[in-house]
């Protein structure tokens, strides 16, 4: 042994300022709970009074977390978050740069140029914004680590729905987390990412879409999935943790799909 942290130890988020955004439902509140678990001090971010609700149930359960309700679209809203968990907790070493909702569905020759930019600021401009204010605080301490959502359809084409802005924000997150990472190494900065596969959450349900579309959408995530079922967002927790603690100090610029082999297949 060359030192005396034991592998467990490695990966304990114990005293951690985390900020998790989109943390009100899905894989966001998932990360929040696993996050909490390994002992961090969490930030639930979001735009919906789920983020109390979360927030809450992380107090009951004997963790640390407080809610700040926020738009990651706005510029001000993030900064005031960033600023919110270094008030609360001292500190900013982690966040989760995870909030993101679905395309409109509609094939590319169809999408206006509002639904088009309301789909690339919720997915792409969000996480850079959230990076830049995180950043600012990490860099002083030469520490921090950021974990961005990607998403399968920004590695492959989706073939059983029409998400051209999804698609075109997700392969931009996937390579902003490249550059962040490359930009930061010597800063003491990790920038890694999750892109997730078909995970069962509130994704989409914010839109108005054809049933058939939904229908379709499910199917095709059924068929691809090597186990054939969608998985439930428990299943990010152990990734999450990996990539918010130490045990993921050698990765950088990484892409960590958790898709249930989906890519593989
Ligand atoms: N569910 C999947 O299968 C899947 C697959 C790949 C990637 N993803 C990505 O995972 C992330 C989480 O999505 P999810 O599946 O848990 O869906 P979800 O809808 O359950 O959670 C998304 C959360 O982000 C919040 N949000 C949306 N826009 C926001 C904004 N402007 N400001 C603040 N909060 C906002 C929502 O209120 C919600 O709480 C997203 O980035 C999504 O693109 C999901």
Redesign the pocket.
Known sequence: MHNAVSVLDLFSLEGRSVVV?????????AIAEATAEAGGNIVC????A??DVIASEIQSSGGRAVAQR????DEQAVEALMQRAVDEFDALDVVFC?????DYFKRPHEVSLDEWGDVIA??LT?VFLCAKHAVRHMLPTRSGKLVL?????GEIGADSASVPG?AAA?GGVINLTRELAVEYANDGLTVNAL????????????KEVDSAIIDRLVDGALRRMPTGR??D?DEIKGASVFLASRASDALNGHILTVDGGLLAA
Not at 45 to 48: L, T
Not at 70 to 73: G, I, K, L, N, S
Not at 98 to 102: T, Y
Request: glycine letters at 16%; hydrophobic letters at 30%.
């Open positions: 955004t989109g943390a009100g439902s899905g894989l966001g509140k971010a979001g735009r919906s789920a983020t926020t738009d990651v679209t995870n909030a993101g909702s679905s919720t997915n969000s959502t990607a998403s399968i359809w999804y997700k892109s997730p596969g078909f995970f069962s959450t509130n994704i989409g349900q914010d969608i998985m967002p």
